[in-house]
């Protein structure tokens, strides 16, 4: 059974940064792509990242590139988002998305989700 548990959500300033982790139940972590999500109130859930099972290939929404980095520790079994530069629209439930495919691209669907992170941003 699988299990993703996010933390490192909460209110911050604009401008500000915070670090988003998700902690993975899986016995071979380093065989799943991982990923990050999220969904604003009224809107539909939108891809953020992913990230592949080593850590080299990374892609990104065009909306957050240059401001968030997905990284992934897979001794620690844990996938990050560091977010930069935050703006009141970047307020949503971030959530974290396991794949079964390694090599996740945008188009992928998540095999497994977590209950999601609330990030708010205050203008």
């Known amino acids: 059974q699988v299990q993703l548990v996010e933390s490192g959500g909460g209110l911050v300033q604009a401008g500000g940064s915070l670090r988003l982790s998700c902690a993975a139940s899986?016995?071979?972590?380093?065989?799943?792509?991982m990923g990050w999500f999220r969904q604003a109130p009224g809107k539909e859930r939108e891809f953020v990242a992913a990230?592949?099972?080593?850590?080299?290939?990374?892609i990104y929404a065009d909306s957050v590139k240059g401001r968030f980095t997905i990284s992934r520790d897979n001794a620690r079994k844990t996938v990050y988002l560091q977010i930069n530069s935050l703006k009141p629209e970047d307020t949503a439930v971030y959530y974290c998305?396991?794949?079964?495919?390694?090599?996740?691209?945008?188009?992928?669907?998540?095999?497994?989700w977590g209950q999601g992170t609330q990030v708010t941003v205050s203008s």
């Open positions: 899986i016995r071979s972590f380093s065989n799943y792509g």
């Open positions: 990230i592949d099972w080593r850590g080299g290939g990374i």
């Open positions: 998305a396991g794949y079964r495919d390694v090599w996740p691209t945008m188009q992928s669907k998540p095999d497994y």
